[in-house]
């Protein structure tokens, strides 16, 4: 059986006219300081989220559960390393999906942007 590397990748979209208001009122390193606090808690709250989710964890997928921050702060990524990552995310069509990364991410997604506006005022 060969491994494919499969990514995923989870973005914001529209966010371009925010994100270039909130730029041009909030200071570069508080807004860095919000990358990297909200990614911090998107990993910790996945990484929380695998005990709840499968029956028998072995810690490999909450292990396997990444942070990284690019683009000199402006871009943080939480990333699932796993193999079988894509088949737990999404569920196949014989076994039901069990989703980590996209819960965590939908409930952090609100969190990141009410504290861009609040350090935008």
């Not at 499969?6 to 919000?34: E, F, H, T």
């Amino acid at each position: 059986m060969s491994k494919a590397s499969i990514s995923y990748n989870m973005q914001i979209k529209g966010m371009d006219k925010l994100v270039a208001g909130l730029l041009k009122r909030a200071k570069m390193d508080v807004v860095k300081q919000i990358v990297k606090q909200q990614t911090a808690q998107l990993q910790t709250r996945a990484q929380q989220m695998t005990g709840t989710v499968y029956a028998h964890p072995t810690g490999a997928t909450k292990r396997g559960i990444k942070l990284s921050l690019e683009a000199g702060g402006l871009t943080g990524i939480v990333s699932m390393s796993m193999e079988y990552n894509p088949y737990t995310e999404n569920g196949t069509r014989f076994m039901r999906a069990r989703p980590v990364l996209k819960p965590a991410f939908l409930y952090q997604k609100i969190q990141f942007i009410n504290q861009l506006k609040q350090a935008a005022k």
